[in-house]
């Protein structure tokens, strides 16, 4: 194999001999790690240690909560918000018109007591919307299920029921159209008082 040299004998981009430099290697031994000699030191630094952490994750989050809540006694809008949108009335309007009302679970309750339905009736999708608890009137502890695509219920006994028949929401729980474009529900009635 054949190297390039310059007339001066030397193989381009290699240092001189002359310019070349030795490093000292260190005879530096790495520091030990702490080890603990007795048995009660081996069994509670370890515990104290677990125990320190879990106390600093408690006030951390105790800590980022106060600050989202500014310390605040009312739920604020960060905490609970007042309104749940739905999105276009016309696009749930279109849900309801093909589907049959629209469910939303309340996620707080296993019974169903708080879960809604938005109901929608008429051409128009700015007017005609109702809210209803999805159980039959007066009955909060027996929760109803839709027949798919339709606007009718089968309840706790199995009873066929409308959508008229359930029970409507606290005062306060309303539908609300914003700007006649997007469709919200007022949940001040379940977030105050």
Known sequence: MR???HASGRIPGATPRSHRQTVGVSNAVAPEPV????TWARAIVPV???????TFM??????????ISRDGVEPTDRLAPTTFPLGSVQERADDVAENGPIILPGLNTTTGERTLVVDHQGDDPTRGW???????I????????????????????????GVEDLSPPASGVNPVVEDQR????????????
């Not at 104290?48 to 879990?54: D, R, S, Y």
């Not at 027996?142 to 606007?151: D, N």
């Not at 997007?182 to 008082?193: A, E, F, K, Q, S």
Request: with cysteine.
């Open 182 to 193: 997007r469709l919200l529900i007022d949940l001040r009635g379940v977030t105050t008082g």
């Open 48 to 54: 104290a240690a677990g125990l320190a952490f879990l």
């Open 3 to 5: 190297t390039n040299r």
């Open 130 to 136: 109702r809210i209803y608890y999805a159980h039959p």
């Open 35 to 38: 080890r603990l000699k007795s």
């Open 138 to 161: 007066d009955r909060p502890d027996c929760p109803v299920e839709q027949v798919e695509g339709t606007r009718e219920f089968i309840d706790c006994d199995g009873a066929t029921i």
């Open 58 to 67: 408690g006030v951390a989050t105790w800590g980022v909560a106060a600050w």
